[in-house]
């Protein structure tokens, strides 16, 4: 890359971290019982820069694994790569049918924009409602049995996309495998539809998505089947869910955008863990 643009990047990245978290500092002056927005108070919450994460997928007590598991880590890698390829290949056709066919200002692009959506909310939102007969949501809860881990797997569906990795990565609860396999494929295909609209759609946060729900309906059949890959004179194997979502979420944007180790050094960021 342009040493020039690495140097405006970087000045860019500085800036805008400092005027987040400045901004932050400020907004948690309610919280430290801080009175009034004088120059004093002010500048005595600005010492504080350096505290809270502005995006957080929260951490792990424990995320231990065996060697057993490394092929199976290795086999969400290459799969990464597979689903990585076929998602901008799809893109790649679909971003030419739009330039040959949708102009990129005027009243086409709005209305693609508009259909998009409506057709996005759609699936996003019937498919709960029909899952559980129409029975309507209340207090955050679809009114399901939870043995079959139906609520919370339907509640993915109308979460925000950080809200859903915090849910997949360390949920203690299994979900319900057939609509964890469905959330995934959708929202695989409605990102790969929704990537190159008229308005930012975002792919990073929908990647990492789409690779934890995989991971994590991985991580749950590794875990019911955990005897078979039991080594001899070895210890009980201890299944975590939470961590194939995370080494999904990895090996899917990996696949998709290409960058290895600085998603590794982001991800150990918005988890809090260095493990």
């Known amino acids: 890359m342009n040493p020039v643009i690495m140097t405006r990047l970087f000045l860019a990245c500085s800036v805008a971290a400092l005027t987040s978290r400045s901004f932050t500092g400020i907004e948690n002056m309610a919280e430290d019982h801080i009175g009034g927005y004088s120059v004093k108070n002010v ?21 231990e694994y065996s060697l057993v598991e490394l092929p199976v880590f290795a086999l969400m890698g290459i799969c990464g790569g ?34 998009v959506d409506l057709f996005v909310v759609g699936w996003l939102f019937w498919i709960p409602i029909c899952a559980t007969g129409g029975v309507p949501r209340k207090s955050g809860d679809f009114k399901a049995s939870d043995a079959d881990g139906l609520p919370q797997t339907l509640n993915l569906y109308w979460q925000t996309g950080v809200s859903a990795m915090r849910s997949l990565f360390h949920e203690s609860q299994s979900f319900n495998c057939g609509y964890l396999f469905l959330f995934g494929f959708l929202n695989f295909f409605l990102t790969c539809l929704t990537y190159g ?4 759609s975002g792919l990073f946060v929908p990647s990492l998505l789409t690779g934890a729900a995989f991971g994590r309906l991985l991580g749950q059949l590794v875990d019911a089947h955990s005897a078979r890959f039991q080594l001899p004179l070895s210890k009980p194997l201890i299944v975590t869910p939470g961590l194939y979502a995370l080494v999904g979420a990895l090996a899917n944007l990996a696949g998709t955008a290409r960058i290895t180790i ?8 918005a988890t809090g863990n260095a493990r």
């Not at 609209?197 to 930012?200: A, D, I, S, T």
């Open 197 to 200: 609209l008229g308005v930012p």
């Open 262 to 269: 600085s998603l590794a050094v982001i991800l150990m960021e």
């Open 82 to 115: 597979v689903a990585g390829a076929i998602f901008n290949t799809l893109n790649k056709w679909l971003s030419l049918w739009r330039q040959r066919n949708v102009a990129s200002v005027g009243l086409s692009r709005v209305v693609e924009v508009m259909a």
């Open 43 to 63: 500048i005595r919450a600005l010492r504080h820069l350096g505290t809270g994460v502005p995006v957080s997928f929260g951490t792990w007590t424990l995320m």
